[in-house]
């Protein structure tokens, strides 16, 4: 069914649910995700504060919900995410008094995170991102609260638990800017010595977080073909286009960063002109074309949301932006982008 239908001997097509739509508040939503798309990720459900708030609380609602949805609709669910520096409590590092925990009380308590969440949904999610945005820009490890307490080995154990968890799970790691080759291959490299020890991982997920016309296709293209050079699937994560001036150099910038607001941030509140419609519409079509000419590495291409309404880029780096990124409108209508996209096949 779908533009799913459409891709299906190409590869998944997946969407993100919001919050909102696991805790029942659109159906219509629902209903369409259940029509176009074959893979889905919870946008925020899974996330370390939401699931796991405190030590001893775990809230499984909305993560109980999307395991069913994705069940109930024959879907590939990807599980997002077991290790991230960001959306996770302070707690975890850091004790009452604000003195940093003792090294292996936090690995052990990665071990009980991993296996409580992956082992609650153990042969219900098909891919989980193990680890997520560990690198930094310049092909770094990132100095996150994981790599200060542990060292490069929590990226290594984290797979390692994973695989222990939920055997039949694919294992991926995901991350944002794979398109900057130093960062990339810094990456590429970690995961080699790796994997030459023994740890297990199955793919790489591209965030493709885009703009307009940045970066370019030949730069997506590089990665991809580098990516499954390495031995490694290619998952095409969290697609949305940002169609909106950029407010700030995107590289280096810390995700939990607002920038202020301003009118001239916000040219098209009063809706897009046609002439960016077509924009999108093309450059959507362009991204498509380049994955299905590589389909034989891709596994998976996942949208960030279903309708402009509902995605993150009305918000950030910018809060209170009308962002136009996704497939469907705010009324749930298909775009242009839509159509072009379904015009390839
Ligand atoms: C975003 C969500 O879309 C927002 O709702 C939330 O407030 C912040 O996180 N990289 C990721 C995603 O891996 O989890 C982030 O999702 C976007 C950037």
Do not use: C
């Not at 919050?19 to 074959?38: C, K, Y």
């Not at 069913?68 to 302070?90: A, C, K």
């Not at 910038?253 to 046609?274: K, R, V, W």
Request: glycine letters at 8%; hydrophobic letters at 40%.
């Amino acid at each position: 069914t779908g533009l799913a239908g459409l891709l299906s001997g190409d590869f998944k097509l997946g969407t993100a649910l919001s919050n909102t739509t696991l805790l029942g508040q659109n159906p219509d939503i629902e209903a369409l995700v259940a029509w176009e798309f074959s893979a889905i990720t919870a946008e925020n459900a899974m996330k370390w504060e939401e699931v796991h708030p405190d030590a001893e609380t775990w809230d499984w609602q909305r993560a109980d919900h999307f395991v069913d949805y994705g069940h109930r609709n024959g879907m590939y669910n990807i599980g997002h995410t077991l290790v991230w520096h960001s959306q996770i409590p302070e707690s975890v590092f850091v004790d009452g008094h604000g003195r940093l925990r003792p090294a292996a009380d936090v690995n052990k308590t990665m071990e009980t995170h991993i296996a409580t969440l992956a082992g609650r949904y153990r042969g219900k999610i098909h891919a989980w991102d193990v680890v997520n945005e560990a690198v930094t820009d310049e092909g770094q490890w990132r100095e996150s609260h994981w790599y200060k307490s542990q060292g490069e080995d929590y990226f290594s154990r984290a797979f390692h638990l994973a695989r222990e968890v939920d055997p039949n799970a694919e294992l991926l790691y995901n991350d944002y800017n794979m398109t900057i080759p130093a960062k990339r291959d810094f990456a590429l490299a970690q995961i080699t010595k790796f994997r030459s020890r023994g740890m297990p991982i199955h793919g790489v997920g591209m965030q493709a977080h885009v703009h307009l016309s940045d970066p370019e296709i030949a730069r997506l293209e590089a990665s991809i073909e580098t990516i499954a050079a390495a031995g490694l699937d290619v998952h095409i994560t969290e697609l949305d286009v940002d169609v909106l001036p950029q407010a700030y150099d995107y590289m280096g910038a810390e995700i939990s960063t607002n920038f202020e607001y301003s009118d001239e941030l916000n040219p098209f509140a009063e809706g897009l002109p046609q002439n960016v419609v077509d924009e999108l519409a093309a450059r959507y079509e362009s991204l498509f074309r380049l994955f299905l000419k590589h389909k034989d590495k891709i596994r998976r291409v996942s949208l960030w949301g279903t309708t402009d309404g509902e995605s993150w880029k009305n918000d950030w780096p910018v809060r209170g932006r009308t962002n136009y990124p996704l497939l469907f409108d705010r009324d749930g209508n298909p775009k242009q982008a839509y159509r072009a996209i379904a015009g390839l096949k």
